[in-house]
């Protein structure tokens, strides 16, 4: 009997990162405050009312335009080079093993956290930019003001500043994310209680996004202050580690909480969309 089966193209990662991201917006933009932060804590709940308080409700998508230049350069880059790669290595939809399902994630990832390394920094300091005092604030219109405001005002070089750490982080994310996804999905529906529908999604989507959170988070702080560190004030990446290793290790892990409660939601909502439009637009492919 003949199979036909809906294959993602390979820019569907990129729109459903997108989606995801306005809305989970909000989260992120806490976690990168809560990450920056360097002296006394303060709880996700408290934060969250200090800068309504201050700043109003819109305050919480500061940065929105840069988040979603992020997605749709970053995501459609790991997802297009992975969904890719998959059906190059298995034209035919055989089973792809989970060691060289990391490694086609891993290349995926390093090349997405490298092109996204630019607009991951002017998230990073739009979202940051509400808790500056005024006169310190770079105040960016857009995404697009941002990325030539930096080119402009401290060099093309400056665009890629903390390019290692956002490489070594999306390596880890992209593996978290689309190679357990892909492993955990597959052996659910192995099993004769889930078929591939939402609650296989949603199981397999959650575990990745938790998998994804504990790996990726020590790099993640080092990546966000490297991104809105001023021009000079760290050498090199051992400097920015040895100096956040001083507030103790747990300084690592900032932000774990917050990372987790926007990742997982992300995570959830970009595989549910995903599923999404390969099933209603994907391409058909007759086994």
Same mark, same amino acid.
């Given at each position: 009997?003949?199979?036909?089966q809906?294959i993602?193209?390979?820019?569907?990662?990129? $729109?459903?990162?997108?989606?995801?991201?306005?809305?989970?917006?909000?989260?992120?933009?806490?976690?990168?405050?809560?990450?920056?932060?360097?002296?006394?804590?303060?709880?996700?709940?408290?934060?969250?009312?200090?800068?309504?308080?201050?700043?109003?409700?819109?305050?919480? =998508?500061?940065?929105?335009?840069?988040?979603?230049?992020?997605?749709?350069? =970053?995501s459609?880059?790991?997802?297009?080079?992975? *969904?890719?790669?998959?059906?190059?290595?298995? @034209?035919?939809?055989?089973?792809?093993?989970?060691?060289?399902?990391?490694? !086609?994630?891993?290349?995926?990832?390093?090349?997405?956290?490298?092109?996204?390394?630019?607009?991951?920094?002017?998230?990073?300091?739009?979202?940051?930019?509400? +808790?500056? #005092?005024?006169?310190?604030?770079?105040?960016?219109?857009?995404?697009?003001?941002?990325?030539?405001?930096? =080119?402009?005002? %401290?060099?093309?070089?400056?665009?890629?500043?903390?390019?290692?750490?956002?490489?070594?982080?999306?390596?880890?994310?992209?593996?978290?994310?689309?190679?357990?996804?892909?492993?955990?999905?597959?052996?659910?529906?192995? /099993?004769p209680?889930?078929?591939?529908? #939402?609650? /296989?999604?949603?199981?397999?989507? !959650?575990?990745?996004?938790?998998?994804?959170? /504990?790996?990726?988070? @020590?790099?993640d702080? $080092?990546k966000?202050?490297?991104?809105?560190?001023? #021009?000079? *004030?760290?050498?090199?990446?051992?400097? &920015?580690?040895?100096?956040?290793?001083?507030?103790?290790?747990?300084?690592?892990? +900032?932000?774990y909480? @917050?990372?987790?409660v926007r &990742?997982? #939601?992300?995570?959830?909502?970009?595989?549910?969309?995903?599923?999404?439009?390969?099933?209603?637009?994907?391409?058909? +492919? /007759? %086994?």
């Amino acid at each position: 009997m003949t199979e036909v089966q809906r294959i993602s193209r390979w820019y569907f990662g990129g $729109l459903a990162s997108a989606g995801a991201a306005c809305c989970t917006h909000p989260l992120d933009l806490l976690k990168v405050h809560l990450q920056t932060q360097q002296q006394g804590k303060i709880s996700i709940g408290k934060l969250t009312l200090s800068i309504i308080r201050k700043q109003g409700v819109l305050a919480l =998508y500061s940065g929105l335009s840069a988040s979603l230049c992020r997605q749709l350069t =970053y995501s459609t880059t790991r997802f297009g080079i992975y *969904e890719v790669a998959k059906q190059g290595v298995s @034209p035919n939809g055989e089973a792809i093993s989970f060691p060289m399902r990391i490694v !086609l994630a891993s290349a995926a990832g390093a090349a997405g956290g490298f092109v996204g390394t630019p607009a991951d920094m002017v998230n990073v300091r739009m979202q940051n930019d509400i +808790k500056l #005092p005024a006169g310190s604030r770079r105040n960016y219109k857009h995404a697009l003001d941002g990325l030539w405001r930096v =080119y402009r005002e %401290e060099g093309v070089r400056r665009l890629w500043s903390g390019a290692t750490t956002a490489t070594g982080r999306a390596v880890l994310m992209t593996v978290g994310q689309l190679s357990f996804y892909d492993q955990i999905k597959q052996t659910l529906l192995a /099993t004769p209680h889930f078929d591939d529908g #939402p609650s /296989t999604h949603f199981v397999a989507s !959650l575990s990745a996004g938790a998998i994804a959170t /504990t790996l990726t988070q @020590p790099l993640d702080v $080092l990546k966000t202050r490297a991104m809105n560190a001023k #021009p000079g *004030e760290f050498s090199s990446l051992l400097q &920015l580690a040895a100096f956040t290793a001083k507030e103790g290790p747990l300084a690592f892990f +900032k932000g774990y909480v @917050p990372a987790f409660v926007r &990742l997982a #939601p992300h995570t959830i909502l970009t595989f549910i969309f995903l599923e999404q439009l390969r099933k209603n637009f994907g391409f058909l +492919k /007759t %086994e």
